[in-house]
Each structure stands twice: as structure tokens, then as C-alpha cells.
């Protein structure tokens, strides 16, 4: 795939670097649909891929991100709405053998009276811990880079009642790799999580004719929040087009708009 659209599809896996070990096995994102006073469960499945012991916490976050690839991770409470204080975790410290996989259980506590609809999330962090091994031999300080992973926790309540409301931010065409890539940013001005793709249909300025219809990957967008969504216009040739952008979610809201695209050879 598209390098951009690759380092953005793996956003959630933070600081990765040469040396691995721990992985996650059952996804970077959990949703749930929820009512108040309920209890919900879930699970994180983890596997030590390395050949030594390996000793890992996990904690809770905040977090957002934006459409020019920014991402804030934060103490709980710094979203309102935030759920983290709903997530009971049966442990923060685990100690896996090599090649051992286990599961760290979590339980979802909604609070008996939220008023307000849509959702709510935050992220469980899963961080090994490196030891630290003094060389007597060597000056300085010694740095050891390791994978952290951030698995979302989204709750949805009384969804009837909250909409998602996408809005185009910007439309540009960038070339990458050789290729032309149609960048959409799109933001979530509404209350609910959605998963949208955007559609392209493009047509000659000048003859009218359609060109051809594209699209992105389907992403996940958080309320108030931004991602900048990918389209290949690599087989689109050289002119000037009038073109609709549609993005439409996972229960068929879609939102439109109309814009004029100059593809050139360069």
C-alpha cells in the first residue's frame, strides 16, 4: 500500500523502533454499544514473540488526533469525555516467558446516569519493560528504544439519539512515490464514532464524460477529531476535472462535496 496511507492506518502503535517482542493480538480498537448501569467485558490478548522473559504494564490514557498526522496522548480527564474511569483492568503488570501469550481482562462499569449521548473512549496503553543493565565498560547513558501499543476502548451510548457530522477540510493532490494521491481531510464536528470511506466521482471539464470513480480506506474517526483520507489517482489522466467527494459511514450517512481537480504529469 501507499506509504501514507500505511503510517497512518498504524497510528495507534507508538514509537516503534528496531527492537521488538510484545504483540498484540486481537486488534488495536474495541467497540462497544452500552447502556447506563451496565457492565461490559473485554479482553487483550498479548504474545511475547522474543526468546527472554518480558515484563509489561499497562495503564490508561486520553487521547486524540488530527489530519495533519498529529497525535495527543494525555492523562485520563483531559477529554471530556473521556471513559476512562469506567475501565477496571484485573491487572497493570503481567510477566510473560518466552514465546507465552496471555490475556489481561477489562470491565467496562457505565455510570448509571449519563446524559449525554454518543461516545466516549479512551486508550489502554500496553508498554514492555525494559531492564537496565549498567556496562561498566562503556561511558554515558545507554537507550533502549521499545514498542508501545495503544488499544482504543470506545463506548457508544443511546447511538438513536447521536450522529456523526463529517466536514471536507481540505482537498489537495500530492505526489508520492510517483503516484498522485488525492488528499481529503475530513473532521467528526458530530457526538459518534464512525468509520467512513470516500468516494470520488470524477468528469472531464471540458467533455463532461466520467473519468472514473475512486475511493479511500474506510477509517475510524473519533468526535472532534480529523484524519486526512487517501485516493489513487494514478490511472486518471492529465486534465482538468469537476468532481463530487462522498463520504459515507458505516449506517449510510454521507456527506458531499463538489470540487475541481487539476491533474497534471508532474
Known amino acids: 500500500m501507499i506509504k501514507s496511507i500505511l503510517l497512518f492506518s498504524v497510528f495507534l502503535i507508538q514509537f516503534t523502533f528496531l527492537k521488538a517482542g510484545i504483540v498484540v493480538l486481537n486488534g488495536l480498537s474495541h467497540t462497544y454499544k452500552v447502556e447506563n448501569g451496565k457492565i461490559y467485558k473485554g479482553k487483550i490478548a498479548i504474545e ?4 527472554l522473559p518480558q515484563s509489561v504494564k499497562l495503564f490508561l490514557q486520553d487521547f486524540s488526533y488530527q489530519s495533519d498526522g498529529s497525535i495527543q496522548y494525555s492523562a485520563p480527564h483531559t477529554n471530556l469525555k473521556t471513559n476512562a474511569d469506567w475501565i477496571k483492568m484485573n491487572t497493570n503488570m503481567i510477566v510473560l516467558k518466552a514465546k507465552e501469550t496471555t490475556e489481561v481482562y477489562y470491565e467496562i462499569m457505565v455510570p448509571d446516569k449519563i446524559a449525554e449521548p454518543g461516545s466516549y473512549w479512551s486508550v489502554i496503553i500496553v508498554e514492555p519493560i525494559e531492564e537496565i543493565t549498567p556496562n561498566d565498560n562503556k561511558q554515558g547513558v545507554n537507550i533502549t528504544s521499545v514498542i508501545r501499543y495503544a488499544i482504543q476502548v470506545i463506548t457508544n451510548l ?4 447521536a450522529r456523526p457530522d463529517l466536514k471536507f477540510e481540505g482537498v489537495k493532490i500530492e505526489k508520492e512515490n510517483g503516484r498522485q494521491l488525492l488528499k481529503v481531510a475530513i473532521a467528526n464536528k458530530g457526538n459518534l464514532y464512525c468509520k467512513p ?5 470524477m468528469y472531464d471539464k471540458k467533455s463532461g464524460q466520467k473519468a472514473g470513480t475512486f475511493s479511500s480506506q474506510a477509517m475510524g474517526l473519533l468526535p472532534q477529531t480529523s484524519k486526512s483520507f487517501y485516493i489513487d489517482l494514478e490511472k486518471t489522466p492529465p486534465a482538468k476535472y469537476k468532481a463530487v467527494l462522498i463520504a459515507t459511514d458505516e449506517d449510510e450517512n454521507s456527506f458531499a462535496l463538489n470540487v475541481e481537480l487539476n491533474v497534471k504529469n508532474d
Open 48 to 51: 511475547n514473540t522474543g526468546n
Open 158 to 161: 443511546d447511538t438513536e439519539k
Open 197 to 201: 470511506i470516500v468516494v470520488i466521482e
